[in-house]
């Protein structure tokens, strides 16, 4: 009596083993069954056209796949299979050497970083103090702005009579003394404001006395047609 070539079942003797045949192809059968277990049809049909190998299956112990998804492991390597056993992400980050921020992206979960006041009081931060602080304090922040901000131009508010940037009430028989005209201060005399009398319509603008003004006057005010009017000018140049 023979013996299978792979797993050594015994096979019915030719021509004999008249009586024992049935029993030892019963026993080669049942082995068979038990060697494929409860594998359907459809599932060997799955490994029609399989081109991964044997060590490369053996990373899919517990998986169900097509076979389109079991010939991706043809060329998979041994780090592969390390992954491929591992039950959910945070084993998987754990194969990889990653640590939880890779998945949260949170910066709670970096380590070693730094603080604005890390070694520092503070209100020793917040004033700016130190020089070894990680993050720089909004004291420095402010104080390099005014040191980088121009200064503006500082003006002085003139107080001699008749100097540019001062008013004066000027008049004379000029005829194009019309509000926001330049005037020329020749054309001009320093004026007044007389009454008469205790009524208001026979107030006068007297510039009889006055001198002239040097410079340019911008009108300012609103006069007659009066042989002489006076109103409020400022001197420009």
Do not use: H
């Amino acid at each position: 009596m023979a013996n299978t070539t792979n797993q050594g079942w015994a096979k019915p003797t030719v021509g004999g083993s008249e009586d024992t045949w049935g029993a030892t192809i019963n026993t080669a059968l049942d082995a068979i069954d038990t060697l494929v277990g409860p594998v359907t049809a459809a599932e060997i049909a799955k490994l029609d056209g399989l081109t991964s190998s044997t060590v490369e299956l053996n990373k899919l112990t517990g998986l169900s796949s097509s076979t389109a998804e079991l010939n991706l492991l043809t060329g998979a390597t041994a780090f592969a299979g390390t992954l491929l056993d591992d039950a959910d992400a945070a084993a998987a980050r754990t194969t990889l050497g990653l640590a939880t921020v890779a998945s949260s992206g949170s910066y709670a979960d970096l380590s070693n970083t730094p603080t604005a006041t890390s070694g520092l009081a503070t209100s020793e931060w917040q004033a700016g103090t130190s020089t070894t602080e990680a993050i720089v304090s909004p004291a420095k922040v402010k104080a390099s702005i005014i040191a980088n901000t121009p200064t503006p131009a500082s003006y002085t508010q003139p107080t001699a009579a008749g100097a540019v940037g001062t008013y004066a009430w000027l008049g004379g028989g000029y005829s194009g003394m019309t509000t926001g005209a330049s005037v020329a201060g020749s054309t001009l005399v320093y004026a007044s404001v007389d009454s008469v009398n205790g009524y208001n319509y026979n107030t006068v603008s007297n510039g009889i006395t006055g001198g002239a003004p040097a410079g340019t006057w911008r009108c300012m005010g609103s006069t007659t047609s009066l042989a002489f009017r006076a109103t409020l000018f400022l001197r420009i140049s």
